[in-house]
Each structure stands twice: as structure tokens, then as C-alpha cells.
């Protein structure tokens, strides 16, 4: 998840050269690469048997929700690696060469003889953004140098223990978050390659692999290739047909964890057919990072869980085994070792969770009393349902929490429960009789906002678990209707969500409103609120995860969350980190005609 120099100068062979380089590629990936890549006659560095024989896991040592200031220790790091080396793991990939983690990884391998070997990193920040200011991008570049002149200086004071380098992460595939031009990263790699003699690649995305230029190809021994599927069920949730609907609930979760591994298989694929398409046979090609979530952090509901974690693990861990020997990448670096709560939305992908825990995944491998809390089996796996679509409600009044009776009134289909984005994290809601509606005594919702650690704000949904309900009728000449009671600062957001996170559908429809709008005020006292459906329907302009707009497709049939109230610091003009906890209650919500 990457750099700068001059170009490099290309020795042409004859197709004669090519074709007998072609010839012997089969053999050298079989055992770990080696050979000359045929464009320029550069010989490339083998992976040592040491790197295709072990058992990988990234590894980050970070344990709070900020980085920056957290103080690593040796004592730290020397716990998380006996872990890891009592559970098998001993060869791990760090994803950079500061002081902070990464020598001071290497210094307590060397100081405890610890018999775990490493792929050290260099991380390369963006030298290319069009954001980027003047003086953004001379710091970046200063940043990068000084990065890869430590990848250099650890890799030949470490050589027993350093087995590769990978200089770069994510830095060419098209949604970079530290872009960088091939021309920039094959300087960095010719400048690191030039010093070392282990092998170097760059890791990045299989769909940049998949059409790499010459320009990279050219200065690499291996290819390091990212594949999530878990990511592409939710931003490209038709690349593969993940949710396995045509399968029996039974076996679906089994299914849909092969159907997972088949994608990440065809990821590997695309990369190599591209490059023995290009004559590059003799390059191998690892996997430096895959992995499935053991908790939805990021919108995968009904696949992130402990039990459909191991699920693919253990697939990973048989298509590691041949590829050691036969067809396949040449090893797989699992992502990865611990949680990293930094990382927000991103989170929940550890073999252990932040306390060093074992989760599920890895539990046969420690003894019980390392384990997280919670016991599990095969059964538990989760697996896609598909929302069901109900018939219109036609009754002018949709009571979704209230209860006192109205004559005429629909129900939402299936009994609607309170839940807070972000797992639960970022609000608590209990029912409660203090907080009840004047025109609805006995119990309300009394919110107390939690806002998450990354600054943005907070969120709470009353959501239909497993169903939907088509409120098309009230399109038009509807409104949504809450009593609300509160001294909470600014504007609120409030609204509702059309579809299925799950399956690529779901849309955030909701509108910021402030004291004096709709009937809302923040004086403390109980206001009833009413808000025309059509001045909150063009606030839902795209789906879950969706960048293109024209492809936005709001449907009121497919209502999943009939109330939605939340502060995305963002939408409502306040800084981010502004914690407001301020209480709300919340009852008698309803749709009216």
C-alpha cells in the first residue's frame, strides 16, 4: 500500500533469447524464481527456500488508536513475536523501515535468536497527488529517501534475518491512497535493488500486476499481489458471485468461502497469465496480502465473523501448500497477525484481536487460556440472505416505534431493533421511561452519543434484521415524523436506508437539520418533528460504498431502516473531533400520509 528515479536502460534480446527464457520459466518458479527476465537480461534474485517454506503473516505492532504516539516497546514486540513463533508463523512481512517498528523488530529477532525471518518494507508516500502543495511534496520526497536509505542500511545489517524487500504498498493500483507514478517507484526499487542482494518487489494490488508496465517489471525478482474478496463484496459486489444464493442455507457459508478463494485464485491468474504473456514465466509471484474479516467493521454483514474467517484461512492455507510445490503463488502472507483499532472501518482483520487474544481462526494452535472470549463452531458461519421484498404498505400512517395504537396503521414487517454504526460503537440506546413522548407515555430511546475514535461523529439505525418494508406510497406526499427531546448542540441528521448493505443496495438517505427547521428545536423540551419525504429522498444520491452517481438507483420499496439519526461531523458543518454526548430522546416515530 509506492516511488522516483531515472529511467532504466533496456537491453534488447533477440526473440530467439526470448523464447528459450520462456523454456526454463516453468522449472524456476517451481522453485522459487531465479533466471533472466528476457526484456532487459537483468538476472533475478531466487526467493530463498527459507521464504517459500514458511508460514506468513503481515505484522504491525500497534495496539491504540493512534499510532503516531503510541511508544512501542521491545517488550511489546518480543510478546507478539513469541506468539506468533509458538502458533508456526515465523516468516512476517513489516511494512516499513522506521526505527520505530521495524529495527526495533529486527533488534529483538537478533537480540532473543528468535527463528523468524522477515520481509522488510519501505513505505513510500505520494510524490504524485495533484493535492499535493509544493512544499507537501518536496517533504514527502525528503521522507522517501530518508525510508529508503534505512530499508537499505537494515536489510545489509540484518541479511541473515531480512530474506526479501518490498519497496512500496499500494502505491500504483488506481485508488491509491498514496499514489505514485511507475516511473517514480522503479527509481526507488533500482535504487534499493542496487544495493542489496536479496530479492526486491514492489506490493500492490493484483489489478495493477495485471497490466504492469515494463518500467516495474523490468526491476523486480517477484511480484507481491494483493487480493481481497472480502473487500469486492462490498465496493464491487458483482466481480464475483460471492452470496451463493443458488446453494442451500445450509451450505451456503461453505459455499461462499469457496466461491471467495476461487476469486482470490483468478486474482492470481489474471497476474500471471499477464506475465507469461509478456514473457516474464521466470518472475514468481507471492500473495503479500489477503485475509477475511472476524468482525463486520466496514459494511460486511453476514460474511465477517470468526467462524467464516477460518473458513478462509484454512482455504489459503491449502492453496499455500501447493503453490510451494506446484502451480500457485509461492507463499501467502496472511493480513494479518493482531488488530489494528488505528485503522477505524478497516479493523478486525487479526489472527488476534488488539489484547493478543486468539481468535477462533488460530485457537488450535494456543492453549485455551490465550483465547478471545466467546466459543464457536462450524455452525455459526454466517451466510448471505437475501432481503425480502414485501407488498406496499398502503395504509397512510407506518408506525415504525410507537406504542400507542392508531387505527389503520401498518407495522414495519418484522420487529425493528436499535443498533449503532460501527458495530455498536458509537452510540448506546437504551429503552427507557424517562424518556418517553408526552404522545406516546411509558418508554423511548434516550441516546447517548459515543463518537468514534476517528473523529467523524456517530450513528444509531432502527433497522429491520432481516426483511424490508415498501413505503413507495409515501414518496410524494409523505412525511417522517419523531418526538424529540434534547439540548444536543447544532444540526442532526435524520432519515432512513433503502436496501442491503450486504449486497452492494443499501443507501444512506439523510438530511442535516438544524433548531427551528421541520419543528425541531434543542431547548430541552419535547418537539414533534415532521419531515417531507421528498426533501430527504434527494439526500440519498448514492449507495453504500458507490463513487458513481448515475448509477444511484434510491428505491423506496426496499426500506431496511425505517429512522436513522446520527452527526457525521462532516454533514452538519461542526470540526471533527467535537465528542459531542449530549443525551436525545427519541419515540414515537412513524410514517404519515
Known amino acids: 500500500m509506492n516511488s522516483v528515479s531515472q529511467p532504466l536502460q533496456r537491453l534488447h ?68 513475536l513469541d506468539l506468533l513463533l509458538s502458533g508456526g508463523f515465523t516468516l512476517i512481512r513489516l511494512f516499513d523501515s522506521s526505527d520505530k517498528v521495524a529495527k526495533l523488530t529486527l533488534q529483538v529477532i537478533e537480540d532473543n535468536k528468535l527463528d523468524i525471518k522477515v520481509m522488510l518494507g519501505a513505505y513510500i508516500l505520494s510524490e504524485s497527488s495533484p493535492s499535493l502543495t509544493a512544499t507537501q511534496k518536496a517533504n514527502n520526497m525528503a521522507f522517501n529517501a530518508a525510508e529508503v536509505a534505512r530499508a537499505v542500511a537494515l536489510a545489509n545489517a540484518y541479511k541473515n534475518t531480512v530474506l526479501a524487500v518490498s519497496v512500496g504498498n ?102 500471471r497469465s499477464y506475465l507469461d504473456g509478456k514473457g516474464l514465466g521466470a518472475i514468481p509471484i507471492v500473495i503479500g496480502e489477503t485475509g477475511w474479516k472476524a468482525v463486520a467493521s466496514g459494511g460486511e454483514t453476514s460474511r465477517a465473523h470468526p467462524v467464516n474467517q477460518k473458513m478462509y484461512f484454512d482455504r489459503l492455507a491449502t492453496w499455500a501448500a501447493a503453490g510451494k510445490t506446484g502451480a500457485g503463488p509461492k507463499n501467502i502472507f496472511y493480513f494479518e497477525a493482531f488488530d489494528e483499532p488505528w485503522k477505524q472501518g478497516d479493523d478486525k482483520w487479526g489472527l488476534f484481536n488488539v489484547n493478543r487474544q486468539a481468535r477462533y481462526v488460530v485457537q488450535s494452535l494456543y492453549p485455551a487460556s490465550r483465547w478471545e472470549p466467546g466459543a464457536y463452531t462450524a455452525a455459526d458461519a454466517l451466510y448471505y440472505v437475501p432481503v425480502v421484498a414485501n407488498p406496499t404498505i398502503t395504509a397512510n400512517r407506518y408506525s415504525a416505534y410507537t406504542e400507542a395504537a392508531t387505527s389503520g396503521e401498518a407495522k414495519p414487517a418484522e420487529v425493528a431493533v436499535w443498533n449503532a454504526w460501527d458495530g455498536g460503537k458509537t452510540a448506546a440506546a437504551p429503552e427507557v421511561g424517562t424518556s418517553a413522548a408526552p404522545t406516546d407515555p411509558s418508554k423511548g430511546i434516550e441516546i447517548t452519543p459515543i463518537p468514534a475514535a476517528a473523529g467523524w461523529g456517530w450513528g444509531l439505525a432502527l433497522q429491520l434484521p432481516t426483511t424490508s418494508d415498501n413505503l413507495g406510497n409515501f414518496a410524494n406526499a409523505g412525511y417522517l415524523n419523531f418526538s424529540i427531546k434534547t439540548t444536543y448542540p447544532g444540526k442532526l441528521e435524520v432519515g432512513f436506508f433503502t436496501g442491503s448493505v450486504a449486497d452492494g443496495s443499501g443507501y444512506d438517505v439523510y438530511l442535516p437539520i438544524a433548531p427551528g427547521e421541520y419543528g425541531y428545536m434543542n431547548d430541552g423540551n419535547w418537539h414533534q418533528v415532521s419531515i417531507p419525504i421528498s426533501a430527504i429522498t434527494p439526500k440519498g444520491a448514492m449507495a453504500f460504498g458507490m463513487t458513481d452517481a448515475s448509477k444511484a438507483k434510491l428505491d423506496l420499496a426496499k426500506v431496511t431502516s425505517p429512522f436513522v439519526i446520527a452527526d457525521r461531523y462532516a454533514n452538519t458543518g461542526k470540526a471533527a473531533n467535537s465528542n459531542h454526548t449530549t443525551k436525545i430522546s427519541v419515540d414515537a416515530v412513524y410514517w404519515s400520509k
Open 13 to 80: 534480446r533477440t526473440t530467439l533469447a526470448v523464447l528459450g527464457s520462456v523454456a526454463v520459466s516453468l522449472v524456476l518458479v517451481a522453485c522459487g524464481g531465479g533466471g533472466t527476465v528476457p526484456s532487459t537480461g537483468v538476472q533475478l534474485r531466487a526467493l530463498s527456500s527459507e521464504f517459500t517454506s514458511r508460514k506468513a503473516v503481515a505484522y504491525s505492532p500497534f495496539r491504540s488508536g493512534d499510532r503516531d504516539t503510541e511508544t512501542i516497546t521491545a517488550a511489546m514486540v518480543k510478546e507478539d
Open 170 to 271: 499500494e502505491t500504483m493500483v488506481s485508488w491509491s491512497f498514496v499514489p505514485s507514478t511507475p516511473a517514480v517507484m522503479a527509481g526507488y526499487l533500482k535504487t534499493v535493488r542496487s544495493q542489496i542482494t536479496q530479492p526486491v518487489t514492489t506490493d500492490d494490488n493484483w489489478a495493477f500486476f495485471a497490466d504492469a508496465p515494463a518500467s516495474i517489471t523490468d526491476v523486480i525478482d517477484f511480484a507481491a499481489v494483493h487480493t481481497y474478496p472480502l473487500l469486492d463484496t462490498v465496493h464491487l459486489p458483482g466481480k464475483y458471485d460471492w452470496q451463493q444464493t443458488s446453494v442451500a442455507a445450509a451450505a451456503r457459508a461453505a459455499a461462499m468461502a469457496d466461491a471467495s478463494i476461487d476469486a482470490a485464485k483468478s486474482d492470481y491468474n489474471a497476474v
